[in-house]
């Protein structure tokens, strides 16, 4: 399953008009996009990931609730191919592959 998701930087993402107040909140609304996509018949998904400090809840925070919600998605759709994780700016990639990092790498990071 590991091998489906792709972290990838990006430097120029358009940032959603929402406003969630909890990480949980985020995680839930990946999820539902998610969803959306695979009842479209897509099999290859993505979703833009923000640090979002000014709504209360930077990437640091969001990341490992964000991860752990997709992964279980991914584990409950088997028929999903790949899954990309596009993240906006540095502070975003980087909070994003540590906890990926945290619990999938061979060799955990310091």
């Known amino acids: 399953m590991t091998e ?19 990480p949980e909140h985020l995680a839930d ?5 998610l969803n959306w996509s695979l009842g479209q018949g897509r099999r290859e998904l993505s979703i833009s ?14 990341a490992p609730v964000v991860l752990r919600a997709v992964t279980n998605f991914l584990y409950d759709h088997p028929e999903v191919e790949r899954l990309d994780i596009l993240c906006a700016g540095d502070a975003c990639y980087k909070a994003y592959s540590f906890h ?4 999938y790498a061979e060799h955990k990071p310091h």
């Open 4 to 22: 489906k998701v792709t972290i990838r930087r990006r430097d120029e993402l358009p940032m959603p008009m929402i406003y969630l107040a909890k």
């Open 29 to 33: 609304w990946y999820v539902s996009q």
């Open 49 to 62: 990931c923000f640090d979002a400090v000014g709504m209360g809840h930077p990437a640091g925070e969001s």
């Open 100 to 103: 990926w990092n945290m619990w």
